[in-house]
């Protein structure tokens, strides 16, 4: 005997679906649908209280830097940018404020409210902006090694169309590293009839006491990365940091605490910087038309 439920769910435009006679486990299964549906954010959001002090705001005011204290089974102390939701105004906020506020994260974003100030510190110096490169310039050689434990150096890849990006795997808004990954899985799927020998995707680590080939592999494995096209790669602390400076990364800490913002680029087959595709509100298309652009 199959347990059925005879429940009606109202829409929001006032009309009515009816779920009689359907199975219990179609019944719950529609119900969750419907719910996600209506609601998308109610059943994966997540909310914590943060503290912090800020660093600064954007340049268009609308977005706050943040040096926040440990996230207790969420994040450790970082310094990140966070984008305030909507009703909630960052621009009254100068360096050295400090504050509390609700991180409420979501599957694909994350949103700050419910901010006010706690008090004042003396703001630190803040280090002078790295430069974006310059169009047609060649990145330094660096030594790395991907995922399967090859050693490769960036010299290697000439011949490619190549983007390059820098995450690490413990970074947990959705919005930073996780969205590099997905435009970047977008990417992967776009190009995948073009020959593969005419392209590459490198994702760099910026956590390499953390980031080993094998959590790489298993990060990688996760995103469904082609090993072939889309690399995973580690390396020494030093050549990730001449890279990601030479790439305008702004990047300093270490593994315990990390300070980074978001540098994507497109490198042509010659080895010389074609693109540079600067934090995170860049769509998956002008990447995939630079790329193109760029195969040889």
Not at 3 to 15: I, R
Not at 88 to 109: C, H, I, K, M, N
Not at 225 to 243: I, K, M, N
Request: contains cysteine; aromatic residues 6%.
């Amino acid at each position: 005997m199959v347990a059925t439920c005879a429940a009606g769910v109202s829409l929001s435009n006032g009309d009515v679906f009816s779920s009689a006679a359907l199975p219990a486990r179609v019944c719950v299964w529609l119900a969750l649908l419907l719910l996600q549906v209506l609601h998308p954010v109610a059943l994966a959001a997540e909310e914590f209280v943060v503290r912090g002090t800020v660093r600064r705001l954007t340049a268009d005011r609308q977005r706050v830097l943040i040096a926040h204290e440990e996230i207790p089974g969420y994040m450790r102390a970082m310094t990140m940018e966070f984008t305030p939701a909507s009703g909630t105004s960052v621009a009254e906020l100068v360096p050295g404020d400090q504050v509390e506020f609700r991180l409420v994260v979501g599957e694909r974003s994350s949103r700050i409210d419910r901010l006010r100030k706690t008090g004042r510190v003396t703001p630190a110096p803040e280090p002078p902006a790295k430069p974006k490169p310059a169009i047609t310039v060649e990145l330094p050689e660096v030594r790395l090694q991907d995922q399967t434990g090859r050693a490769f150096t960036l010299s290697e890849l000439r011949g490619k169309a190549v983007a390059l990006t820098f995450i690490f795997t413990r970074c947990p808004l959705p919005d930073y590293c996780p969205l590099m990954n997905r435009n970047f899985l977008a990417l992967q799927e776009a190009l995948a009839k073009s020959p593969a020998g005419s392209w590459r995707m490198l994702s760099v680590s910026m956590d390499p006491a953390h980031d080993t080939p094998e959590v790489l592999a298993a990060y990688a494995r996760g995103y469904e990365a082609d090993p072939q096209r889309w690399q995973f790669a580690t390396g020494s602390l030093e050549e990730v940091r001449r890279l990601g400076a030479a790439c305008g990364l702004e990047f300093s800490g270490e593994s315990a605490q990390l300070t980074h913002n978001l540098r994507t680029l497109v490198i042509d087959p010659a080895g010389r910087v074609r693109r540079v595709f600067e934090g995170n509100r860049w769509r998956p298309a002008e990447l995939i038309e630079e790329m193109r652009r760029a195969l040889p």
